[in-house]
Nanobody, 123 residues
């Protein structure tokens, strides 16, 4: 499974940004998730979506502002981010795996990771 993120960049607080994750070999995964890691902090869960059925999960900190979606035909998962604030600045990683419902927010449940894309938010 290869995961390649794109779409990161520098935005101002309040702006929107859409990240993309292109997944090859995705049939080996059940979920695709987005995680982020800010300097000096641990990598944290942001959102996840099931390839089959499209069930979504969000971290409380992004619920209502971020939307995860997928295009099964293109094997791409998107993360639409709105109302960005400085606390959202981080390297965003997409991850593929076969977690169960109770572990979908745990990074240890994902075995495949992209290289990350930087999101910078200026105040």
């Amino acid at each position: 499974v290869q995961l390649v993120e794109s779409g990161g960049g520098l935005v101002q607080a309040g702006d929107s940004l859409r990240l993309s994750c292109s997944a090859s070999g995705r049939t080996y995964t059940r979920y695709l998730g987005w995680f982020r890691q800010a300097p000096g902090k641990e990598r944290e869960f942001v959102a996840a979506i099931a390839w089959s059925g499209g069930t979504t999960y969000y971290a409380d900190s992004v619920k209502g502002r971020f939307t995860i979606s997928k295009d099964n035909a293109k094997n791409i998962v998107y993360l639409q981010m709105k109302s960005l604030n400085v606390e959202d600045a981080a390297i965003y990683y997409c991850a593929g795996g076969r977690p169960i419902t109770s572990t979908v927010r745990q990074r240890e449940a994902y075995g495949y990771w992209g290289q990350g894309t930087q999101v910078t938010v200026s105040s």
